[in-house]
T-cell receptor, first 112, second 118 residues
Framework: QKEVEQNSGPLSVPEGAIASLNCTYS??????FFWYRQYSGKSPELIMF????GDKEDGRFTAQLNKASQYVSLLIRDSQPSDSATYLC????????????FGTGTQLKVEL | GAVVSQHPSRVICKSGTSVKIECRSL??????MFWYRQFPKQSLMLMAT?????????EQGVEKDKFLINHASLTLSTLTVTSAHPEDSSFYIC??????????????FGPGTRLTVL
């Protein structure tokens, strides 16, 4: 079982819709969770992080964390074509070093 | 804030030569930096953790004698790919960990270095 799993997609949504990206993780001791956006040929860009159960909102983005279900999601409201990218879920599994383990990413396509 | 730079952005070299990549945190001090490699259509793979003033910690399967890491200051880490071969061609990305305030161990990425070994 992979430590951090994401559906590779592509996930296609129409412009203006809500895009929902999901991520599951295997280690119950995981402490912090991050969403990064990566455009083709570019490096990852931090969107937001979340530590506590529940929702965290930042502009059009909402991260949701459910530690009991080992599930973290990212909602993008009012999706724009410029949101088309690969979204990487990253988890700090702990165990020293504060390394991040990345999922393989979900490709999002926002269509006009 | 939290800007990380990388140099060079792109390098083409001949097989057998060595290439040095620099990673700098521009507006914060980074006691820890990380080096990743990403092959086309694959996710990021952590190569090593670079700690200021101490030896780097390499992930399993990464040759420490081939990928030399130096973290001489709180704002600079370097990765040297020694005796590069075509299979080392990849996108190398560094990140720096910001431990200040509410950011709590967030990693910020540099723009990456695309290495092509002929």
């Amino acid at each position: 079982q992979k430590e951090v799993e994401q559906n590779s997609g592509p996930l296609s949504v129409p412009e203006g819709a809500i895009a929902s990206l999901n991520c599951t993780y295997s280690d119950r001791g995981s402490q912090s969770f991050f969403w990064y956006r990566q455009y083709s040929g570019k490096s990852p860009e931090l969107i937001m992080f979340i530590y506590s159960n529940g929702d965290k909102e930042d502009g059009r983005f909402t991260a949701q964390l459910n530690k009991a279900s080992q599930y973290v999601s990212l909602l993008i409201r009012d999706s724009q074509p410029s949101d088309s990218a690969t979204y990487l879920c990253a988890v700090n599994i702990g165990g020293g070093g504060n390394k991040l383990t990345f999922g393989t990413g979900t490709q999002l396509k926002v269509e006009l | 804030g939290a800007v990380v730079s990388q140099h060079p952005s792109r390098v083409i070299c001949k097989s057998g030569t060595s290439v040095k990549i620099e990673c700098r945190s521009l507006d914060f001090q980074a006691t820890t930096m990380f080096w990743y490699r990403q092959f086309p259509k694959q996710s990021l793979m952590l190569m090593a953790t670079s700690n200021e003033g101490s030896k780097a910690t390499y992930e399993q399967g990464v040759e420490k004698d081939k990928f030399l890491i130096n973290h001489a200051s709180l704002t600079l880490s370097t990765l040297t790919v020694t005796s590069a071969h075509p299979e080392d061609s990849s996108f190398y990305i560094c990140s720096a960990r910001d431990r200040t305030g509410s950011k709590a161990d967030t990693q910020y990425f540099g723009p990456g270095t695309r290495l092509t070994v002929l």
